[in-house]
T-cell receptor, first 113, second 111 residues
Framework: KAGVTQTPRYLIKTRGQQVTLSCSPISGHRSVSWYQQTPGQGLQFLFEYFSETQRNKGNFPGRFSGRQFSNSRSEMNVSTLELGDSALYLC????????????FGSGTRLTVV | KNEVEQSPQNLTAQEGEFITINCSYSVGISALHWLQQHPGGGIVSLFMLSSGKKKHGRLIATINIQEKHSSLHITASHPRDSAVYICAVPSLQTSGSRLTFGEGTQLTVNP
């Protein structure tokens, strides 16, 4: 059974650019949540999507957005990148079938220069 | 005060030692998660528990709902156990999935 797949694994962008990250959940999982991990702030919740609808949102500026497609794959977008956006971005999928246990992807490491 | 607090932040042990990592939380929860993160970033879910105790191999997780406290124990520790261990709790104030994380415990097991 395939796990949660995040692409790309590594990304280098320049300040002011935008970036799109992708997350493919485990087959059958309809909930996808996104997290940002930085050395200073640790792991922080970004947002969660369920059946193509944003169900929860963390305390991040509007430059951070996301969406979910009908096949449950999710993308997150960061516009007007800042140096402080450099982080590991992780997604996780969950399902009532697994009692809402989480399966995490390997993450996308974004470096903004 | 953070909603989820872990101790210790760093832990160094010799191979074979018994290890305990603690997690305290201040909010009502439906379940608590213990996660493991190796260098490189990938996170593995170790346990999800809402009461009592769970065991998987050399790892044991316990939770006391009344005291809002959970512990992760590693018996007969091994250098391959070296990783960051993170506890996380879901928010009861919103529907769906929203985890709040502890700061993590960096465990180093020396041979």
């Amino acid at each position: 059974k395939a796990g949660v797949t995040q692409t790309p694994r590594y990304l280098i962008k320049t300040r002011g650019q935008q970036v799109t990250l992708s997350c493919s959940p485990i087959s059958g999982h309809r909930s996808v949540s996104w997290y940002q991990q930085t050395p200073g702030q640790g792991l922080q919740f970004l947002f969660e999507y369920f059946s193509e609808t944003q169900r929860n949102k963390g305390n991040f500026p509007g430059r951070f957005s996301g969406r979910q497609f009908s096949n449950s794959r999710s993308e997150m977008n960061v516009s007007t990148l800042e140096l402080g956006d450099s982080a590991l971005y992780l997604c996780a999928s969950s399902s009532p079938a697994t009692n809402y246990g989480y399966t995490f992807g390997s993450g996308t490491r974004l470096t903004v220069v | 005060k953070n909603e989820v607090e872990q101790s210790p932040q760093n832990l160094t042990a010799q191979e074979g030692e018994f290890i305990t990592i603690n997690c305290s939380y201040s909010v009502g929860i439906s379940a608590l998660h213990w996660l493991q993160q190796h260098p490189g970033g990938g996170i593995v879910s170790l346990f999800m528990l809402s009461s009592g105790k769970k065991k998987h191999g050399r790892l044991i997780a316990t939770i006391n709902i009344q005291e809002k406290h959970s512990s992760l124990h590693i018996t007969a520790s091994h250098p391959r156990d070296s990783a960051v261990y993170i506890c996380a709790v879901p928010s009861l104030q919103t529907s769906g999935s929203r985890l709040t994380f502890g700061e993590g415990t960096q465990l180093t097991v020396n041979p």
